[in-house]
């Protein structure tokens, strides 16, 4: 069974450019979530969707960060304009159902920097 | 590769050696724990979780144990191999959101 997939594993991009990025949940996998992790620190929820809802957008930056999931499956996350700050690794997870007990799997994950 | 964490607290074993990685939580309403292993360049991985209903799990390898008086949650590894060599993190599950803690940085040598 393939595991969660991202796109691109890394990007590098100038202060106040866009950047997007990609997520295919595990085939089935009804909730996606979006982590940011920065460096030597545990991942930070910023958004999940249930489906095509996002039901948990609380931690996302809105003025910046915009999130999609248009046909329930895949996702992407965008940044617009991009600040130094944004640099760090952002992770993309699904779990099948969505009570507490539901198994959250990783991708890889996608590392920004910004210069 | 890519280092998960620069400056996170470290446990270095012997390889055979049994580790146990101790992580302090903060919500005493959280019902619901895991613990998940990040190697370098790669997502979280789950190893084991824990409902607040027990105090201990075991898995291949693994026990997770839980103080709910004290909030403390342990992860023990037996036997440990260098391909346990990774970050670990555990984290609590509040609806529906994982907060993680502090992850402790596994090294094994031989």
């Known amino acids: 069974e393939a595991g969660v997939v991202q796109s691109p594993r890394y990007k590098i991009i100038e202060k106040k450019q866009p950047v997007a990025f990609w997520c295919n949940p595990i085939s089935g996998h009804n909730t996606l979530y979006w982590y940011l992790q920065n460096l030597g620190q545990g991942p930070e929820l910023l958004i999940r969707?249930?489906?095509?809802?996002?039901?948990?957008d609380s931690q996302l930056p809105k003025d910046r960060f915009s999130a999609e999931r248009l046909k329930g499956v895949d996702s992407t996350l965008k940044i617009q304009p991009a600040e130094l700050g944004d640099s760090a690794v952002y992770l993309c997870?699904?779990?099948?159902?969505?009570?507490?007990?539901?198994?959250?799997?990783f991708g890889p994950g996608t590392r920004l920097t910004v210069l | 590769g890519e280092s998960v964490g620069l400056h996170l607290p470290t446990l270095s074993v012997q390889e055979g050696d049994n580790s146990i990685i101790n992580c302090a939580y903060s919500?005493?309403?959280?019902?619901?724990f895991i613990w998940y292993k990040q190697e370098s360049g790669k997502g979280p991985q789950f190893i084991i979780d824990i409902r607040s209903n027990m105090d201990k799990r075991q898995g291949q390898r693994v026990t997770v144990l839980l103080n709910k008086t004290v909030k403390h949650l342990s992860l023990q590894i037996a036997a440990t191999q260098p391909g346990d060599s990774a970050v670990y993190f555990c984290?609590?599950?509040?609806?529906?959101?994982?907060?993680f803690g502090t992850g402790t940085r596994l090294q094994v040598f031989p």
């Open positions: 969707y249930e489906n095509e809802e996002a039901v948990d």
């Open positions: 919500n005493s309403a959280s019902d619901y």
């Open positions: 984290a609590e599950n509040i609806r529906h959101k994982l907060i």
């Open positions: 997870a699904s779990s099948f159902g969505t009570t507490v007990t539901d198994t959250q799997y």
